[in-house]
């Protein structure tokens, strides 16, 4: 549905929040609900006792398969969804699955085949005022995003930045598009 050109990339080298280290002290600073993206994050979250509403997973930490431990923990077949999305995009299966994962009451593991990196963008977009959307920095730690109106914001600009359907991965999400989506 979108894909991420190379003129965008540059983009997404400077975290959009805050780096943690420690779970707990992320958790203590993060609206509710949270929401999860990258096995390794959502891993430690609920190793601090918490499960994020919604934790998007692909079984790999930069670009390798996760180990064995983190790949059990992260195991919840009753609250599972599988979606396809090749790297570098953002599919119609993500994102509506990942705007009906917001909606529900019980927490759900969105289990992508391909990649889920770019999930965070839809997430905060998607995610209510006040929530959390924490997803990894390669070496760095894990990112708290706020989600605030400045947030969707700025997630929605880099979003109207890729190539594809933009009015349609917007539905796909709920979000009302904008006057000038391509």
């Known amino acids: 549905m979108l894909t991420l050109p190379d003129d965008v990339r ?5 975290p959009f929040g805050p780096v943690y280290t420690d779970a707990a002290a992320l958790l203590a600073d ?3 609900p949270v929401i999860a ?24 930490t930069k670009r390798e398969a996760v180990d064995a431990e983190i790949r059990e923990a992260l195991s919840d077949p009753d609250h599972r969804r599988d979606v396809e999305n090749p790297p570098g995009t953002l599919s119609e299966s993500l994102l509506s699955t990942l705007a009906e994962a917001v909606a529900a009451d019980d927490p759900i593991t969105i289990v992508v ?7 965070a963008l839809p997430a905060v ?5 006040g929530a959390t959307v924490v ?3 390669p070496d760095e730690g894990m990112v708290r995003v706020d989600v605030t109106d400045d947030a969707k914001a700025e997630m929605r600009s880099l979003i ?3 190539n594809g359907d933009v009015a349609g991965a917007l539905a796909a999400l709920g979000v009302e598009p904008a006057g000038d989506s391509r």
């Open 30 to 32: 993060a609206g509710r």
């Open 37 to 60: 993206v990258g096995d390794v994050v959502t891993y430690h979250l609920r190793r601090a006792g918490h499960a994020p509403s919604v934790a998007l997973v692909d079984g790999k």
């Open 135 to 137: 997803y990894g920095q």
């Open 125 to 129: 977009l998607v995610a209510p005022v």
């Open 10 to 14: 540059g983009s997404f080298k400077d």
């Open 113 to 119: 085949d391909g990649e889920e990196d770019l999930a």
């Open 160 to 162: 109207e930045r890729m």
